[in-house]
Structure formats: structure tokens, C-alpha cells
């Protein structure tokens, strides 16, 4: 199974588009906790979609180069450190523990449905959203950030020999001020990277 998958792209002329673009401008600009917040008129169901997709290709592109060394032997089960392992439904209706390469691949092909399916994020500018957008974008994020929390605890030195540990640290930072100024993550959900999170976003 792959586990790798494809970037998602804003459709041009569109609403969207341009927020994707204003968004990624604005990081060259200003610092990423300033960068995050909702610009005037803008809608929040909108800002949160663009960068819902645009953390999905982050996370995905990162994850992908380092999934060579993800494998069932190195990593029997979807971990961000010895105390924290988080158990699959993808496949059966009871959590079960799976190879994170595994775990990682079910979790980013459900993502892209998501991302696909109309009913849950509306293809364009002007569709109603859903009444259930926030809760299914929260639910996306807060599995999101488990990837990240894997590759640090578990792939991080493969990252740092490649010399994207910058990358992935503003990756992640953008991602955390994105769901702190949204409280689109519990608390309780961050914890396995609570000590990395202060180091960072201090």
C-alpha cells in the first residue's frame, strides 16, 4: 500500500486559491503565530478548509521522505514514544494496534477522501458548509498531528540527515499556532509532544 500520496491543489480562480495563496504570502511576511489568524472579512469555515489541505500536503510530503525507513520492523505500531501508541478502527470496529507505515497510509487515504468528498468539504467557493465542517476538520487535524508526532519520535534523525529538520520544525510550528488560535486540537491530544510544542512555540 502507498504511502505516499499526491498533493492536493486549490482549484485556480477560485476563493479558495486565493486564500491559499494569501495564506503562504503572509508567511514571508509575518511571524507564524501572526500569520494564522483569520484576515478581516474572510470566513472561518473557508481559512480553516484552505490550510486543512494545505497541512494535509505538508504532512504528506514530509512523511514521504521518510518512509522508506518506516517500515513494519522498525516501527510495529503507531507510536510518538514509549507511552503513547495510537490503536487503528481503519479496518475492524475495534482499536487495534498496527504498523505505523500502515497506520500512516489508512490515515492519509481517509484524509484525501475527505478532502474529496463534497458533503464533507464543499468543492468551492459559495457551497454551503456543512453543519458538521468543524467537527470533521478538527477530527482530520488532531489525526494529522499524529503523524508529525511520529516522524519526530521515531524518524527524526533521518529527518535531521537530510537536513529538513528547519523544514519540519516550521512545518510543525505553523501547525501548531494554526490549531492553538482555532482550539481545532485538544490540549489532551497534544500532550505527547507538549515538551517539544513549549520548546518551539515559546
Known amino acids: 500500500m502507498k504511502t505516499f500520496k499526491p498533493k492536493k491543489k486549490h482549484d485556480k480562480d477560485t476563493k479558495r486559491y486565493d486564500l491559499h495563496k494569501q495564506a503562504k504570502a503572509t508567511l514571508g511576511v509575518k511571524g507564524l503565530r501572526e500569520a494564522v489568524k483569520l484576515p478581516p472579512r474572510e470566513d472561518l469555515n473557508e ?21 522508506e525507513f518506516c517500515t513494519d520492523q522498525s516501527c510495529p505500531n503507531m507510536s510518538a514514544g514509549p507511552k503513547v501508541e495510537y490503536l487503528s478502527t481503519f479496518q475492524t470496529e475495534t482499536a487495534v494496534s498496527m504498523p505505523a507505515n500502515r497506520y500512516i497510509a489508512h490515515l492519509l487515504t481517509w484524509i484525501a477522501q475527505q478532502l474529496d468528498n463534497p458533503s464533507v468539504f464543499p468543492p468551492g467557493p459559495g457551497l454551503p458548509f456543512p453543519k458538521s465542517f468543524m467537527s470533521n476538520a478538527k477530527n482530520i487535524l488532531k ?60
Open 143 to 202: 489525526r494529522l498531528f499524529r503523524v508529525y508526532a511520529h516522524i519526530y519520535y521515531s524518524h527524526f534523525d533521518a529527518i535531521r540527515s537530510f537536513g529538513e529538520e528547519a523544514h519540519l520544525n516550521t512545518s510543525f510550528k505553523h501547525f501548531i499556532y494554526f490549531v492553538q488560535e482555532f482550539k481545532l486540537v485538544d490540549k489532551a491530544d497534544l500532550e505527547p509532544m507538549a515538551p517539544l510544542i513549549a520548546r518551539l512555540c515559546t
Open 47 to 67: 481559512w480553516i478548509a484552505v490550510h486543512t489541505v494545505d497541512f494535509f500536503n505538508a504532512a504528506s510530503l514530509i512523511y514521504g521522505s521518510v518512509r
